[in-house]
């Protein structure tokens, strides 16, 4: 196995091993406020992702936004085959971390570096939860 | 986790498959977020629509209550996504009316009070200091943390139904001290005359620190005794309070507040702060409100919809848009919807409230939240609604993937707006 191009150090993590495609946001995220949750698209007007769908994706957010509904809106986009396969945040909030549990999907939270540094959209990465580190493994073409 | 000997038999399966899971699942998160042990809780309130959950929470929902789950503690539910008796003339689907049916009684069957309602703090339980209890929507459990000094972290509906059929919750976020302490000041220099300006407030504060750890500490000017209600015309109500919590956690993902001289944990700006060192200090004047008022885009400021909505109206708030509307009518070409609890419309209804609303020509839905509505972006095309006027700063942000075009207005603005059909 090849040495990871760059690695973050995230402080909490639940979920297996998992590996995709990042999208790296500068705005936070909600699966109530901001994503259609019959097509996967990140539909809010004006959010930095608007038009991006988030299935099969390692989802790189900021914060999380408001939204007690996260804790079914995980379970039920998994459901419906447009789940994301993974979520790593920089600051999260429990519901979060309750729906991604629920739903099976790994989730963490806090990183050292900040993406902004290590990692860019369409770049291919690994998310450990076990050993608290992603990976970067392939840089987008 | 240290687990008690009750809790390891628990985890054993020796009080069913559905205590086992639910446990575990609550171990799992518990985990994650370091917690040392579950504190046991006297009350749940959940949120479980089929709007949010889906055929695949439904099924869950089924599975779970096949294996003899049940609350072991009082515990009611949130808003839905239906109000039964509106269904059909909305244009929602008749198939997923069987399903929130279905849900319904699959929850009744596992003893959860089906009560449909966000303002559960002001209608049915009000917890007092300490109290551990697992509540969900957000707007719940600030107001809980904040206004009662109780102690919850938003608990999303299977994180709520986990608490309520084990009778605890991990001990993490709000249930402990360090984390209730306020971490940043905001001194409010502005008169706050209407709901819609403590929500604004909300909205500035939150869209400045979107962190769930964030603790914002209201105090008066610098200078002036910091106490905030000696600065206000009057102290705070809970109306108010609700609509500042709900937008403070809905801008900002925050699960308390501290307003000094008001609130249990805030005698003083120190006891809040409780030693920490603010963060930031915020200062909100008259002109920083007017500037949220300012920075909506009003498009073709047409106005066909106007929403009292997020959260459900107290009685109160029921009384005072009654009046406001005054036997004037909506304009013609808009419509004006009102959401509230079963047990508010239903003492509305005694006392002439309702029948105002509704010869005003506002339509009045109980049980439901409007953003939670079933069918709500066909319902948007299907009306030719762009624009959404609200008093609500919670709704004016969290409607935003059903792509309306959203405004804050303070309520008697919103009401003249809704019988001009014009924005101005």
Redesign the interface.
């Known amino acids: 196995m090849s040495a990871p191009l760059a690695t973050i150090r995230v402080a ?3 979920g297996p091993v998992v590996e995709g495609e990042a999208v790296v946001s500068a705005e ?1 995220f ?1 699966p ?6 019959w097509s996967g698209l990140i ?3 004006g ?1 930095k992702l608007e038009g991006t769908n988030i299935r099969d994706k390692v989802l790189f957010f900021p ?11 995980f ?2 986009i ?3 085959g447009i789940a994301p396969k993974a979520f790593v945040f920089g ?5 979060m ?3 991604a ?2 739903a099976g999907i790994p ?1 963490t ?1 806090g990183w050292d570096p900040p993406p902004g540094e290590a990692v860019r959209t369409g770049d291919w990465v690994r998310v450990d939860p076990g050993r608290k580190v992603i990976e970067v493994l392939r840089r987008a073409q | 986790m240290r687990l008690t000997p009750e809790e390891e038999a628990m985890i054993a399966g020796r009080r069913g498959e559905a205590v086992r899971d639910a446990l575990r699942y609550q171990l799992a998160v518990g985990e994650f977020f370091g917690a040392e042990r579950f504190v046991p809780i006297t009350n749940a309130h959940m949120m479980g629509d089929i709007e949010v959950m889906g055929d695949g929470g439904l099924g869950w929902l089924r599975a779970t209550g096949a294996r003899r789950a049940r609350a072991c503690v009082p515990t009611t539910t949130n808003a839905r996504c239906f109000d039964f008796e509106h269904a059909a003339r909305l244009g929602q689907d008749a198939g997923e009316v069987a399903k929130e049916r279905e849900l319904i009684a699959c929850l009744r069957e596992m003893d959860v009070l089906t009560t449909d309602t966000c303002i559960n703090y002001q209608t049915l339980y009000q917890p007092h200091l300490g109290e551990h209890v697992a509540w969900g929507d957000t707007g719940t459990v600030i107001y809980a943390n904040s206004v009662f000094g109780a102690r919850s972290n938003f608990e999303s509906g299977p994180a709520a139904l986990a608490a309520a059929i084990t009778g605890r919750t991990p001990e993490y976020g709000f249930h402990l001290d360090r984390h209730r302490k306020g971490t940043l000041v905001v001194r409010i220099e502005a008169p706050l005359d209407d709901l819609a300006d403590w929500g604004a407030v909300g909205k500035i504060v939150g869209e400045k620190h979107q962190n769930y750890y964030a603790v914002p500490v209201f105090a008066g000017p610098g200078g002036r005794g910091g106490v905030p209600r000696d600065h206000l015309r009057r102290p705070p109500v809970a109306d108010e309070l609700k609509h500042l919590g709900a937008a403070l956690a809905s801008y900002g993902s925050m699960g308390m507040f501290h307003m000094v001289g008001v609130t249990p944990e805030a005698p003083t700006l120190e006891a809040a702060l409780g030693g920490n060192r603010p963060v930031d200090e915020i200062v909100i004047d008259a002109a920083a409100l007017e500037r949220v008022y300012a920075g909506y885009d009003l498009r073709d400021r047409r106005a066909t919809l106007v929403v009292f909505s997020g959260p459900q109206l107290s009685l109160f708030e029921m009384k005072t848009l009654a009046e406001a509307f005054g036997g004037r009518k909506v304009h013609p070409g808009t419509q004006v919807f009102v959401t509230t609890s079963h047990g508010v419309k239903s003492a509305a209804h005694s006392l002439g409230y309702l029948q105002a609303l509704e010869s005003a020509g506002a339509t009045v839905l109980e049980g439901v939240c409007f953003y939670i509505l079933q069918n709500l972006s066909q319902m948007r095309i299907a009306n030719g609604w762009t624009n959404m006027i609200s008093n609500s700063a919670k709704i004016v942000n969290i409607i935003g993937a059903h792509r309306f075009n959203t405004i804050l207005r303070r309520t008697r603005d919103c009401v003249d707006i809704a019988c001009s059909g014009r924005l101005s």
Do not use: C
């Open positions: 909490r993590a639940f936070g909600s109530r406020y901001d994503l259609d949750r539909t809010k007007p959010h914060t999380a936004k408001g939204g007690i509904a996260a804790g079914w809106a379970f039920d998994k459901h419906k600051v999260t909030n429990p519901v971390v309750q729906g549990v629920f989730i939270e």
